[in-house]
């Protein structure tokens, strides 16, 4: 069945330091990978995605790598600063649909 | 270009009622997908509508039932309502091309 497995489900970081949050999914047809940041309260927001044809894909301090032979795929935050604090959800889709299975999210917390 | 836009914002209702939730896309995007999040399950798929299909539907029993109408606002209704049904209902749209989805901010459903 489809299924997509995120670690750790917390972590905490001193300011400054990297984040990876890390995913795997069961699917061999997905082919769409974006991660959504939900703070308390809020709509999950996208922040960055990657397609099955790219190997990476950076954002300022925000990148995404895809392995698509072991079927993970994860996300790197660098120089991490207490707004980054929220609910990370990495996901995964197929062609010809928006349907979305998502991670069970990773709770980060960054302290000043 | 204005959000997704959901109504209500927060709804109480008991056992055994039914309920309407409504979802206006960003303008032009033809696709609106429905999730349930949960601190327990976290975000899980309901269906997905495409100009007026139901393109997917996920694993949820058949109290839930949405459609979407010509101007592709969306509407999903929950019937014989349980305790279990609390959660927070959030819909998604794009342009149905299996791009980006973009959140709408959700409704709080309350079962008492």
């Known amino acids: 069945g489809e299924n997509v497995e995120q670690h750790p489900s917390t972590l905490s970081v001193q300011e400054g330091d990297s984040a990876v949050i890390k995913c795997t999914y069961s699917d061999s047809a997905s082919n769409y990978f974006p991660w959504y940041k939900q703070e308390l309260g809020k709509r999950p927001q996208l922040i960055i995605d990657i397609r099955s044809n790219v190997g990476e894909k950076k954002d300022q301090r925000i990148a995404v790598t895809l392995n698509k032979t072991a079927k993970h795929f994860s996300l790197h935050i660098t120089e991490t600063q207490p707004e980054d604090s929220a609910v990370y959800f990495c996901a995964a889709s197929k062609s010809n649909t928006d349907k979305l299975i998502f991670g069970t999210g990773t709770r980060l917390q960054v302290f000043p | 270009k204005a959000g997704v836009t959901q109504t209500p914002r927060y709804l109480i209702k008991t056992r055994g009622q039914q309920v309407t939730l409504s979802c206006s896309p960003i303008s032009g995007h033809r696709s609106v997908s429905w999730y349930q999040q949960t601190p327990g399950q976290g975000l899980q798929f309901l269906f997905e509508?495409?100009?007026?299909?139901?393109?997917n539907k996920g694993n949820f029993p058949g109290r839930f039932s949405g459609r979407q109408f010509s101007n592709s606002r969306s509407e999903m209704n929950v019937s014989t309502l349980e305790l279990g049904d609390s959660a927070l209902y959030l819909c998604?749209?794009?342009?149905?091309?299996?791009?980006?989805?973009?959140f709408g901010p959700g409704t709080r459903l309350t079962v008492l």
């Open positions: 998604a749209s794009s342009s149905g091309l299996a791009g980006e989805q973009f």
């Open positions: 509508y495409f100009s007026e299909t139901q393109r």
